[in-house]
């Protein structure tokens, strides 16, 4: 049954890094887990804390947040106030009894296809040991 | 303005179990501007009631609504037509909201979902610090625009304690010392020599010491 398990992994991509990153990883044919539900953003600093929670509440076994490189925001400081944020959500989660593991930042550059696809399989090989969210509706 | 934060989840989870359809309610004014029960924050708290309760297999309604504000006959009305279809409203606006709402939805269970603490300014973004107690007769003119009401531990009126050094109370070495405040600014107005005039005795009655307090303002009251 484990084996089975597909997870549902949402994939906040900022355009500037992320997103141009898993599209490098694309390009140089890397492959990496189809459970990573990409969605692209301007910046991190577009993500609050009510996108992530959306997500786990509507059904989704983990959320990764990927913007760049901290210092290389493209509007200065989008990635840290998404740290935040993603630091906020853990401690929801936690305190409603939540695997905080399942929400993930990640920091790259457009530049590390490889790295994406790394980071991926790591959100996926994490979920996939957490196991499936309890939360359906 | 009001400042408030918000109550931790797991005690909200607590007081609202029991019930099946609840109204997280929220404010528009104080609060929002505190985020601590803006429309925001009631999605927030909204969404991690509903994740916590699926995960628990516990079927619920949570809906949200945002008030204009909850301290107004009219605002309150506004949800006259849908109070009924809940078995209780949480409310995130300050203390005064929820009580307002609990007088005029008397048959309707309302809890608090934040914690109401007090009179203050926006620091900055995500820090409010306090700066009035709301005492009922304002002693800023002589006091250089600084509170010893509200930013003095002990509320003297005088001067400093011996407790104020460097400019720092004695309770915790990051807070201002308010007296120190006070001359200083008293010296930068060239209003020193305000400084030596001895505070009368405070009307403390205005206070809360007075017990729960009225303002009315007949020439503005539309009743007869």
Not at chain 1, 37 to 60: S, Y
Not at chain 2, 91 to 104: D, R
Not at chain 2, 170 to 180: G, P, S, V
Not at chain 2, 197 to 215: C, D, H, Q
Request: with cysteine.
């Amino acid at each position: 049954m484990a084996d089975k398990f597909e997870p549902q992994i949402i994939g906040f991509c900022c355009k500037y890094c992320a997103y141009a990153a898993a599209d490098l990883a694309g390009s140089m044919r890397l492959s990496y887990p189809s459970c990573i539900k990409i969605v692209q953003v301007p910046c991190t600093g577009r993500i609050d804390v009510i996108h992530i929670l959306k997500a786990i509440e509507e059904g989704a076994d983990g959320v990764m947040v990927a913007g760049c490189l901290e210092g290389e925001c493209h509007f200065l400081t989008g990635n840290l106030k998404a740290k935040k944020r993603v630091k906020y959500v853990r401690k929801i989660l936690e305190d409603i009894g939540i695997e905080p593991e399942r929400v993930v930042m990640f920091n790259l550059s457009s530049a590390m296809g490889p790295r994406f696809a790394e980071i991926a399989t790591e959100m996926a090989d994490t979920i996939k040991k957490i196991g499936p969210s309890r939360v359906r509706s | 303005m009001i400042i408030a934060e918000k109550k931790p989840i797991g005690e909200i989870i607590q007081e609202v179990k029991g019930y099946k359809r609840l109204l997280i309610l929220g404010c528009n004014e104080c609060v929002t501007v505190c985020e601590a029960g803006g429309r925001k924050e009631v999605g927030t708290l909204a969404s991690a009631l509903r994740i916590y309760f699926m995960k628990e297999g516990v079927e619920k309604q949570i809906d949200e609504r945002t008030l204009e504000r909850q301290c107004d006959h009219e605002y309150l009305e506004e949800i006259r037509d849908i109070a009924d279809q809940y078995d209780a409203i949480l409310s995130l606006a300050c203390g005064v909201g929820v009580q307002f709402t609990a007088e005029k939805y008397h048959t309707t269970p309302l809890i608090p979902g934040v914690n109401t603490c007090f009179l203050g300014a926006n620091e900055q973004r995500g820090v409010w610090t306090e700066r009035c107690q709301a005492c009922g007769s304002c002693i800023l003119a002589r006091t250089g625009g600084i509170c010893p009401i509200s930013r003095c531990a002990k509320r003297v009126m005088n001067g400093p304690c011996g407790g104020s050094s460097k400019g720092k109370c004695e309770i915790n070495k990051e807070l201002d010392c308010a007296w120190q405040l006070i001359i200083d600014r008293l010296r930068d107005l060239g209003r020193l020599d305000d400084y030596e005039i001895v505070a009368p005795i405070k009307e403390w009655s205005t206070e809360r010491s007075g017990g729960p307090r009225k303002v009315v303002r007949a020439d503005v009251q539309v009743s007869a």
